[in-house]
Nanobody, 128 residues
Framework: QAQLSESGGGSVQPGGSLRLACVASGYTYDTVYLGWFRQAPGKEREGVAALDSDGDRHYQDSAKGRFSVSQDKAKNTWYLDLNSLKPEDTGMYYC??????????????????????WGQGTQVTVSS
């Protein structure tokens, strides 16, 4: 059974930083498209960053220059570094896996419907 588990969320002041981690188990993730999503209260879940199986990084416009996605293959862990955080970054952050062979266009578009395995989420709160 594929499982993803996030950690690293917390409360920070504007301008602060956090590192989120996503640990994967029960699945071969060599060719997965791993996405990070955010859901603010009352809003739809949106993709903020992704790392594809070729090692290319993709970012939502609001995340460019501030967020960074990476992977430690030996630990089967992905990271999302959040820097220069703003109040509008507040929300529940999820990692999710998309199979590019089955759902290629949805993976690239960071369409949540293409991501079949999800973690439970970790809360990020940015406020002064």
């Amino acid at each position: 059974q594929a499982q993803l588990s996030e950690s690293g969320g917390g409360s920070v002041q504007p301008g602060g930083s956090l590192r989120l981690a996503c640990v994967a188990s029960g699945y071969t993730y060599d060719t997965v498209y791993l996405g990070w999503f955010r859901q603010a209260p009352g809003k739809e879940r949106e993709g903020v960053a992704a790392l594809d199986s070729d090692g290319d990084r993709h970012y939502q416009d609001s995340a460019k220059g501030r967020f960074s996605v990476s992977q430690d293959k030996a630990k089967n862990t992905w990271y999302l570094d959040l820097n220069s955080l703003k109040p509008e970054d507040t929300g529940m952050y999820y990692c999710a896996a998309c199979n590019p062979f089955l759902w290629g266009p949805r993976c690239v578009a960071m369409d949540p419907s293409g991501f079949r395995f999800w973690g439970q989420g970790t809360q990020v709160t940015v406020s002064s």
